[in-house]
């Protein structure tokens, strides 16, 4: 775990706009929905274990002559794979992760600026998080 | 006291700054008229700096984040190179070591003295001195913000943090304790202007800190927050207090003197130490 990550949960909440050809041609929208799952890279969560994501995103292409639009968008994550080899870390991992699965999909807004406590698992999540979402965006 | 914890260091946030770039390099940098913020990976975790200023001069984060990888460098206990593996082994005398390295030794001993022995660099038998270099490291970056002017900031270290001024445009800062049994809660909220909160539990990195006498984590507390001036003490403290264990860590952090303290007990009550000044 020791490597710079970036940290990409703000682009979860947003579709991935991806605008390509600019066109004069006004013609008649064609639209295209591709959905398909992508899956995170394991990562090793300290001594507790492995972690993955997977992730849904619908993507939409929308054809106007020659130009295109496309919008990508998670429509659903599951954590397939995450740390369990005690009872205790069972415990506060399901905890953790339900947690992050929640602020993954909604666009939360606690006013709080910072949080002092623990970083351990979430690290791996959005690492996990990262790839997958890297991974859709190349399709 | 209820919320989502959501982890603003990750997300764009409530405060209005860039979306991170969405195919980034190594670390995260944004921009906007309300200062900057960036995420970089170090000495084992996410260290945040957040700057609301809007003149900051984005080379004085570089200089905070060298800084810090110059601090991993010479403490990691994961590096075989580092000065402290080395003086572990026997390679590296004392007095030749780095100032610096003699410097936060020292401390540690003090602090060994402060808290009856319940902060050790050496209670897992060998040299580590993470427990302070963590904290102390994040003082000095906020020193560096600080000499250059910046007095609007937050440098959060793995959830350690240390605040000056106010998080603009917002009058102030406002933490949220994760509640160490479920990270959807928050177990409280402070307000701190120019302090540091530190806390220490099992939840961080499973059961690392260790009763120096039993050589056991302790098992009737869940976790210990402590509010202060310097984040290395506040660091300590906590993790000192985390290691007595129960009523013993309530009674001692009470005690304090300019540091507060929050224990959330097993049977999560709560000892009422928690003066932070409004």
């Not at chain 1, 775990?1 to 600019?22: E, S």
């Not at chain 2, 603003?8 to 995260?28: R, V």
């Not at chain 2, 410097?103 to 003295?113: K, P, S, W, Y």
Request: charged letters at 25%; hydrophobic letters at 40%; a positive charge.
């Amino acid at each position: 775990m020791r490597k710079f990550i970036t940290v990409l949960l703000t682009v979860l909440l947003l579709a991935l706009p991806v605008a390509d050809a600019w066109a004069t041609t006004k013609a008649a929208a064609k639209k295209k929905v591709v959905t398909r799952k992508f899956s995170g890279s394991v990562v090793t969560v300290d001594r507790w274990g492995t972690l993955q994501v997977t992730i849904v995103v619908r993507k939409t292409t929308v054809t106007t002559g020659t130009r295109k639009k496309v919008t990508r968008k998670i429509t659903s994550l599951a954590v397939p794979v995450y740390p369990n080899h005690t009872d205790r870390s069972v415990f506060i991992n399901q905890n953790a992760l339900r947690t992050l699965r929640a602020e993954a999909l909604t666009a939360q807004s606690a006013n709080i600026d910072l949080v002092s406590g623990a970083t351990d698992t979430s690290d791996a999540f959005v690492q996990s998080l990262q790839a997958a979402i890297l991974k859709a965006k190349r399709t | 006291m209820s919320a989502v914890v959501r982890r603003n260091e990750f997300a764009g946030g409530t405060s209005g700054f860039p979306q991170a770039p969405s195919t980034g390099p190594l670390t995260q940098t944004g921009r906007c008229a309300a200062g900057l913020r960036r995420v970089e990976y170090v000495m084992g975790m996410p260290i945040l700096v957040d700057v609301r200023e809007s003149l900051a001069d984005e080379a004085v984060i570089d200089d905070v984040f060298t800084w810090l990888r110059w601090v991993d460098q010479t403490f990691s206990t994961y590096i075989d190179g580092s000065e402290i593996n080395r003086i572990d082994r026997g390679e590296l005398r004392l007095e030749d070591a780095h100032p610096v390295v003699r410097g936060v030794l020292e401390r540690c001993d003090e602090l060994r003295l402060e808290t009856r022995g319940y902060f050790d660099a050496r209670a897992g038998g060998r040299l580590d001195p993470s427990g302070l270099v963590k904290g102390w490291s994040v003082d000095r970056a906020a020193d560096i913000l600080y000499a250059a002017g910046i007095r609007n900031f937050a440098v959060n270290a793995g959830g350690d943090i240390r605040l000056s001024g106010r998080a603009v445009p917002s009058p102030h800062w406002t933490v949220g304790i994760q509640h160490p049994r479920d990270r959807a809660r928050i177990a409280a909220i402070v307000r701190p202007t120019d302090l540091a909160v530190a806390t220490s539990g099992a939840y961080a990195r499973g059961d690392h800190v260790l009763n120096p006498y039993t050589r056991r984590p302790p098992t009737d507390i869940l976790s210990v927050t402590v509010v202060g001036p310097k984040l290395a003490t506040a660091d300590a403290y906590a993790t000192a207090a985390f290691a007595m264990g129960g009523e013993a860590a309530a009674h001692w952090t009470a005690r304090l003197p300019r540091y507060e303290a929050m224990t959330i007990l097993a049977d999560d009550t709560r000892p009422l130490h928690w003066r932070i000044p409004e």
